[in-house]
């Protein structure tokens, strides 16, 4: 019926999650209110886990793309479950240190690393620098001389691939702020540069073709292509690059006309590639990292939002307005994202109301769903956005000095808090 296992409906008709009902988790802790489900979580950790264990004979590691939704629990969950850390920021950095997250097993991301987040990356012993550019790739030798360090690095490579996704979550292709291009032969010239400084050791390749994506063949392709430059390095350089990263992007159900593929099967066919390309270039199988965030956490959120207004415009559409919109959840504005909304109080009921569900900020385009089915809504009711675990949280902000929600983790019928809920003196803190 829903779009995630961990969601179901008791006896009195209401939705609930990890064995809680969701009216009584807003009534407790208020709305809007981000619940994640524990125990989905930590299953799909496992099966990642496992899936290297099966195809890869361990040789590799899950890093959990902690942009996704980054707080100190869910560090130290990817810690509990085997997992390394993606990060893209100071921030992210600072807040794994927080949690007693093993560094070493983190890599650090993004197009523009400034020279303090590149130091405090240093000091905070980060394993491995993910370079973007040949400014970053200088920046970072320098940095490393003057602080007596060596860093090991990645260069993040556009492989050219196509990931038939939202133009703005589309990072693999040649037009992107992100990466050196092949065609371009910039990506061979950068790992022959890298081998001119001393505070450097290129030990990885990396790529991401993009986000949400449902189909196989784009990693297989990226996977194939990224082994066809390691061999051209190995052939014209004669160096061996020992470790692979893959990136993230697989795709999760917002909605049930997603269908998205399971990871046991991208994995499967991914380190099918790998292998066989490997033996064609004559090259040893690489140690494989891959970065899921989005599937990791997307289907174990929920939002709960408080239903506050009713306005119906005859012939043209109903709204409802609840309590939060584009400051919880931004992605319908930027993506126009389709999800899945229940009223929670009558999840048994079927779906036979059309109503466009907008939010609170004085801003027209602030809308969380249009034109979405859902059982007949009341002023007062407690509405449930689907799979809000992803890019919600961790896109949030304070627009209109609005405070953002509190995260409540939730197992076996319990729930706790994990990020308290901003009050109105967090808004005002920093003014002067």
Known sequence: MFVSECLNVNNEGHLTIGGCDTLELAKEFGTPLYVLDETT???????????????????????????????????????EEGLGL??????????AVQAGFPMEKVHFHGNNKTADEIRFALESNVGKFVVDNLYELELLNEICGEM??????????KPGVDAHTHNFIRTGQIDSKFGFALETGEAFEAVKKAQMYDNVNLTELHCHIGS?????????????????????????????????NLGGGFGIMYTKDDEPVPY??????????????????????????????RSIVG?????????????????????????????????????QSAYTVVNAGKADKEPDEI?????????????????TKVAKVE?????????????????????????????VMVKDGKARIVVKRESYEDIVKNDI
């Open 41 to 79: 979580i930590r299953n799909v950790c496992k099966a990642y886990v496992k899936s290297f264990e099966k195809y890869y004979h361990g040789n590799g590691m899950p890093l959990y793309a902690s942009k996704a939704l980054s707080c100190k629990e869910l560090c130290r969950i990817a810690k």
């Open 86 to 95: 993606d990060v893209v920021s100071g921030g992210e950095i600072y807040t």
């Open 148 to 157: 007596g360090k060596k860093a090991n690095i990645s260069f993040r490579i």
């Open 212 to 244: 949400q994506i449902f189909d196989i063949d784009p990693f297989v392709t990226a996977a194939e292509i990224m082994l066809d430059f390691m061999g051209k390095i190995h052939d014209e350089l004669g160096i061996v690059i020992s470790e692979l």
């Open 264 to 293: 046991e099967n991208y994995m499967e066919k991914v380190s099918e590639a790998v292998k066989a390309k490997a033996k064609e270039h004559g090259l040893p199988v690489p140690y494989i990292f891959i970065e899921p965030g």
């Open 299 to 335: 289907e174990a959120g929920i939002t709960l939002y408080k239903v506050g207004g009713k306005k119906e415009i005859p012939n043209v559409r109903t709204y409802v307005s609840v309590d939060g919109g584009m400051t919880d959840n931004i992605r319908y504005a930027l993506y």
């Open 355 to 371: 109503v466009t569900v907008a939010g609170k900020c004085c801003e027209s385009g602030d809308l969380v769903q249009e034109h």
């Open 379 to 407: 002023v007062g009711d407690t509405l449930a956005v689907l799979s809000t675990g992803a890019y919600n949280y961790s896109m949030a902000s304070n627009y209109n000095r609005i405070p953002r929600p509190a995260i």
